[in-house]
């Protein structure tokens, strides 16, 4: 299990900024503010250390009794994402429930992952889900152009295999974009400017951590 801290966020949309040089560089703006500490896991209670940490805001009728007390005894807001991130005793050890980690866990130019939900686009043919071909559209061709072909074979097997490309659900995924840049940061807004795009919609809820396959610079 990786140990690393991370912060959640919302993905606010994005923009573009512009170097010394002039240069415009695409970037993703990610809200990562008011990220609160809900519990610190221990070896000794919970059998690993950890920091369970809160983000966003919850109306008090949408909060469950459990939950509610649970973030009272932090001493906190309640919170839209809760989650949980390994780490080692000793950096487990620097928090304590209710307090608030900021925007500097992060640096200019440092490599992260993003991971986030994506954007849900329906029920989706084979051609648009999984980038089939189509067939041709004359020549006596009518109602198969856009058909998946053969899916199965004759008595033998006598079932589709599972995993067989068909039409379906597209999109609504949790996924991750390894090694973004961060770009930018706005310390007063507790904004994070991500080079390039993250999955999911504007609004979505994002969870942000160091790269985990980042290469080591040389000296």
């Known amino acids: 299990m990786r140990e690393a801290l991370g912060l959640l966020g919302r993905k606010v949309g994005m923009t573009r900024i512009f170097t010394d040089d002039g240069e415009s560089v695409p970037v993703t703006v990610l809200d990562v503010s008011n990220?609160?500490?809900a519990q610190v896991r221990t070896r000794e209670v919970d059998g690993y250390s950890a920091l369970q940490i809160a983000h966003g805001a919850r109306r008090s009728s949408r909060v469950i009794k459990?939950?509610?007390g649970h973030f009272a005894k932090a001493g906190i807001e309640a919170g839209s994402s809760l989650k949980e991130f390994r780490l080692g005793a000793k950096q487990a050890d620097e928090f304590?429930?209710?307090?608030?980690?900021?925007?500097?866990?992060?640096?200019?130019?440092?490599?992260?992952?993003?991971?986030?939900?994506?954007?849900?686009?329906?029920?989706?043919?084979?051609?648009?889900?999984?980038?089939?071909?189509?067939?041709?559209?004359?020549?006596?061709?009518?109602?198969s152009t856009n058909a998946p072909g053969s899916i199965g074979m004759r008595q033998d097997p006598g079932r589709v295999m599972p995993g067989k490309r068909m039409a379906g659900h597209l999109g609504d995924k949790q996924r991750t974009t390894q090694n973004l840049?961060?770009?930018?940061?706005?310390?007063?807004?507790?904004?994070?400017?991500?080079?390039?795009?993250v999955p999911g919609a504007a609004g979505g809820k994002v969870v942000v951590r160091p790269a985990a396959k980042a290469k080591a610079v040389k000296a």
């Open 96 to 143: 304590k429930a209710g307090s608030t980690i900021g925007i500097d866990v992060f640096s200019v130019g440092q490599k992260v992952d993003v991971t986030g939900v994506t954007i849900g686009k329906g029920f989706a043919g084979a051609i648009k889900r999984h980038h089939f071909s189509s067939t041709r559209a004359t020549h006596g061709n009518s109602v």
């Open 66 to 68: 459990p939950q509610a």
């Open 181 to 197: 840049v961060v770009a930018r940061i706005d310390t007063e807004r507790q904004l994070l400017l991500i080079r390039g795009a």
């Open 35 to 37: 990220n609160r500490v």
